[in-house]
């Protein structure tokens, strides 16, 4: 069935350093995939998408990038800063008709040390 | 902030009762979602909508229903209470289909 999942549970990185979280999905029909960020205690926030007819977006800092033929989604956060700790999603959805499902992955916690 | 209202924003039950969240929007946003988060298990979806009395299930959909009778309103009815049902309720809305706005959760308890 449709699924996104993660490869790491937890990340942790020094302040400063360039983090890369893993996504790994298992539908091939997915129109796109989106990356969130929840802060503790709120509700997750829209960070980057990318549509699966492209293999790179960059954003202010981010990166993600789709290997259709692994079926992997990664975010790659830049100089990666204290305020990036937080739990990040990754998600997918299709496109057309009446089927909106946005579904989540589990999430990977990201710890920046300072 | 997107205009999303989430209420109430903390709740105590008892198992065997009825109980209704509701989710509000300002933003006419065509779509909107209910998600529960569980420790390990991430964001779930229960039930989402596509228009006013347009709904479907998500992945996790058995033992609540959903209700849109305008653009603004969306509900979600656990018919009755388990204590399985013990979570972090988000609803969230969108226009697109991969920016969503969510709510500030509800935390509910089924004791």
């Known amino acids: 069935g449709e699924s996104v999942g993660l490869h790491l549970p937890t990340l942790s990185v020094q302040e400063g350093d360039n983090s890369i979280i893993n996504c790994a999905y298992s539908?091939?029909?997915?129109?796109?995939f989106i990356w969130y960020k929840q802060e503790s205690g709120k509700g997750p926030q829209f960070i980057i998408d990318?549509?699966?007819?492209?293999d790179k977006r960059q954003g202010q800092r981010v990166t993600v990038l789709l290997n259709k033929t692994v079926k992997h989604l990664s975010l790659q956060i830049a100089a990666t800063q204290p305020g990036d700790s937080a739990v990040y999603f990754c998600?997918?959805?299709?496109?057309?008709?009446?089927?909106?499902?946005?579904?989540f992955g589990k999430g990977t916690l990201l710890t920046v040390n300072p | 902030d997107a205009g999303i209202t989430q209420s109430p924003r903390h709740k105590v039950t008892e198992t065997g009762t009825p109980v209704t969240l509701r989710c509000h929007q300002t933003?006419?946003?065509?779509?909107m979602y209910w998600y529960r988060q569980d420790p390990g298990h991430g964001l779930r979806l229960i039930h989402y909508?596509?228009?006013?009395?347009?709904?479907d299930k998500g992945e996790v959909s058995d033992g609540y229903s959903v209700s849109r009778s305008k653009t603004e309103d969306f509900l979600l009815t656990l018919e009755s209470a388990t204590s399985s049902q013990t979570s972090v309720y988000f609803c969230?809305?969108?226009?697109?289909?991969?920016?969503?706005?969510f709510g500030q959760g509800t935390r509910l308890t089924v004791v």
């Open positions: 969230a809305i969108s226009e697109s289909y991969t920016e969503a706005f």
């Open positions: 539908n091939s029909a997915s129109d796109y």
């Open positions: 990318i549509r699966s007819n492209m």
């Open positions: 998600a997918e959805n299709h496109a057309g008709g009446s089927n909106y499902k946005l579904t």
């Open positions: 933003e006419n946003h065509r779509y």
């Open positions: 909508s596509y228009g006013v009395k347009d709904t």
